[in-house]
């Protein structure tokens, strides 16, 4: 938020001044003849050490608006003086003064001038206001009280325009003193960022105008809303350069490297050169007259290569694409680059980025040699090798063929991959891998030849042979052709791939935003609530005194203004009860969802080993960290020749946990019961230990995105 620091003095003793009241005593302390608000508040904060801008609050009164003349630069002569009469376009000003309010009589030597709201709704809605012979400034007094809560809004201000959003928690309840103290918050708030409230009325007509939208579809909630903007002035636009490729990648993935090359698609729209436009002068939102910058021409962008097409609209100029591949930009022109026929490595090959629509195809006279070498970053479509992939590297594409190894740095993001001998980090949907050797798989549906010291986690897994040192994560099913080692651990875990995991994930999000929301509710119901009672005794002590005995109360602004809150007061502590229950319904109905699709989850997996050559081999039940499952302790239950045998339970050792993806939640625990129920074949019975509450599941259907909805 921009802070504006009005330079205009005024012409008092002080610029302001403290009320006797203090905030012990009185709970608010009355700042008088504030010209800056935010100056004013630091000054108050550095007398009062205890208080800084994040634990108070505050509210403008008595805003009030001086008129003086000014001279432009381009003017070398006072407009205004005790000898010389005002010049036409000054003295324009004072006869719309003069018209709209009959009371007014302006005098020569006029130096500052207090505008009634008469004259003032006259200026602003006059094209003089955006005339640069005069300056406006604004003085309020401002009542100083302890921050009880954050706001539920921001505003993004500039001298241009303002920008509103709004706190996931924000409600509006259909109240008037709800909707005025909002009102003033956000008041309060741009006086804070320097705007001139001249445009009060305007804030609060568009303030009802979103409020309204939100109130008609609440998922407007979360868009950026413009509050606010200058009348006349507009700022320049200077000449501005979008390269889509390189700005589309990085909006997922952060900057990109440096030397990075980007893929394109024949017909696509890759760059935008839009032109400069000068803006209009006039008065900005912070009160001042504002001439726009000049503007400045930017440098075509220019290609070497006939693979740029170039058209000219009235905004910009479009550069599109006429072949596939991959395209930089270097020292102002637009290269495309030409993927090496052989082997990549850093020195021919780039990070090759954001190409999922190419396919690439490398083979190498020796499988064993590196197809992709070391510190090679490539996205493609489809990729095939017919070698081995080196340390360091980082391959995203939608299918994958591995005739080779990968090596053990090696991280590989795919829809689809198969591969020889894989011993670095997979995450994919489906994989097939004939030699998992120590290496890291994250996927749905996992079919793996032979697996050692592997660690795994998957919907379903089917293993033909299982030797030694694996951890084998899965949601659905393991099925194990032939066991032949020992130290095996097979761990069924709801959230280790799949549908089930993407929705807990999304549900854990959502239980951390509503809980956030329910307590910035509770904390404002509680703000509200001790309004309400406060108000109550005080219209009762009002009620008490004589008319004038009231008319003399009110002539103290502050004791006016805290009347004016009290008859503005209403039930809203108990609107606002009513949003903070039907959050906590959702919660509920979520957690409860959770809890019953990972009872169907349990009903149905099973665990299936066809040979087993009796090693030491384990089965864990891993429970999800989800707010309506906890499990703080973990045991072991040991499998010895297919049989079950309790002789040995020993604490599950989190670190073999594994340390990669986000598809599951937390550390992870076993249950004792549990393993006692699940044998080798299914966990058929394992429910009944588990004492999962269901709460009123049965009663309430959510949709996707957690929203109560009818059966």
Not at 53 to 60: A, C
Not at 116 to 136: E, K, M
Not at 334 to 342: D, L, N, R, Y
């Amino acid at each position: 938020m921009k802070e504006y620091i009005d330079t205009t003095s005024l012409e008092q003793p002080k610029q302001h001044t403290l009320q006797s009241q203090s905030i012990q005593n009185s709970g608010f302390e009355l700042i008088k003849a504030c010209a800056n608000v935010s100056k004013a508040l630091a000054e108050f904060c550095a007398k009062n050490q205890h208080y800084t801008l994040q634990n108070i609050d505050f509210r403008l009164q008595n805003l009030r608006f001086f008129l003086s003349e000014e001279n432009p630069a381009s003017e070398t002569k006072p407009l205004l003086s005790n000898a010389l009469k005002p010049i036409p376009k000054f003295a324009d000003i004072l006869a719309l003064l003069e018209s709209s309010d009959k009371d007014f009589a302006s005098s020569e030597g006029t130096t500052k001038i207090e505008l009634s709201q008469a004259q003032l709704d006259a200026l602003i809605s006059s094209p003089l206001y955006d005339s640069a012979y005069f300056s406006i400034s604004q003085v309020c007094d401002m009542r100083v009280f302890p921050r009880v809560l954050e706001p539920l809004f921001a505003l993004e201000i500039d001298s241009f325009k303002v920008d509103i959003c709004f706190d996931e928690a924000f409600c509006i309840v259909e109240d008037k003193g709800f909707i005025e103290d909002f009102y003033e918050q956000v008041k309060s708030a741009l006086a804070l960022g320097g705007v001139m409230l001249t445009c009060k009325n305007e804030v609060e007509q568009n303030l009802g105008l979103i409020l309204e939208s939100i109130a008609k579809n609440p998922a407007k909630k979360k868009e950026i809303f413009c509050l606010l903007k200058a009348k006349k002035y507009v700022p320049s636009k200077q000449a501005r350069f979008r390269f889509v490729p390189q700005e589309t990648w990085e909006a997922s993935n952060g900057k990109a490297p440096q030397n990075a090359v980007f893929g394109v698609r024949e017909g696509e729209q890759i760059a935008f050169l839009y032109k400069p436009l000068l803006g209009n002068a006039g008065r900005n939102l912070f009160g001042e007259y504002e001439t726009p910058k000049s503007i400045d021409t930017q440098k075509l962008i220019t290609t070497r290569q006939e693979y740029i097409d170039s058209s000219d609209t009235v905004e910009a100029i479009i550069y599109t694409a006429k072949k596939e591949g991959f395209i930089r930009i270097e020292n102002g022109e637009f290269k495309f680059f030409q993927i090496p026929s052989g082997a990549l490595n850093t020195r021919n090959t780039p990070p090759l980025l954001g190409g999922g629509h190419i396919d690439l195809e490398i083979s190498c006279y020796d499988i064993a040699e590196d197809a992709i070498g070391a510190g090679v970053w490539c996205e493609v479509g489809s990729l095939k090798t017919r070698g081995c992939i080196a340390e360091n590297t980082r391959i995203k594409a939608h299918t994958l063929i591995v005739q080779g190894s990968t090596h053990k740095s090696a991280h590989i993001k795919a829809y689809a991959a198969q591969i020889r001998t894989h011993k670095g980090k997979l995450e994919c949907t489906h994989c097939a891998i004939e030699n998992l050797d120590n290496g890291e798989v994250i996927a749905q549906n996992a079919k793996i030849l032979r697996a050692n010291g592997a660690k795994i986690a998957t919907d379903t897994a089917t293993i033909h042979e299982l030797k030694s040192n694996n951890v084998v994560f899965f949601a659905k099913s393991c099925a194990i052709g032939q066991n032949k080692g020992g130290q095996n651990e097979m761990i069924f875990c709801a959230n280790a791939g799949g549908v089930f995991a993407k929705w807990s994930k999304k549900a854990s999000a959502y239980f951390a935003t509503q809980k956030a929301s329910i307590s910035k509710l509770a904390k404002l119901a509680e703000v509200w609530e001790n309004k309400q009672g406060s108000a109550t005794q005080f219209l009762q002590k009002m009620s008490g005194f004589t008319e004038y005995q009231k008319q003399i109360a009110l002539k103290d602004e502050a004791y006016a203004a805290r009347y004016k809150e009290a008859l503005a007061q209403a039930n809203v502590s108990q609107i606002l009860q009513g949003k903070i229950q039907s959050l906590q319904k959702q919660v509920l109905a979520t957690r409860n969802q959770a809890i019953t699709s990972l009872k169907t989850r349990l009903k149905e997996a099973s665990l299936a080993i066809k040979e087993v050559w009796g090693y030491d081999n384990y089965v864990f039940l891993a429970k999800p960290d989800l707010s309506a499952l906890e499990s703080s302790q973990a045991s072991k239950k040991n499998i010895q020749d297919g049989n079950q045998n309790d002789s040995q339970n020993n604490a599950l050792d989190s670190s073999k946990d594994l340390d990669f993806g986000s598809g599951f939640f937390g550390s992870s625990g076993l249950d004792r019961d549990f393993a006692k129920a699940f044998t080798k074949v299914n966990a058929q019975n394992a429910l009944d230990s588990l004492e999962l509450k269901e709460g009123q599941s049965g009663e309430i259907i959510l949709d996707e995105n957690f929203k109560l909805k009818s059966k």
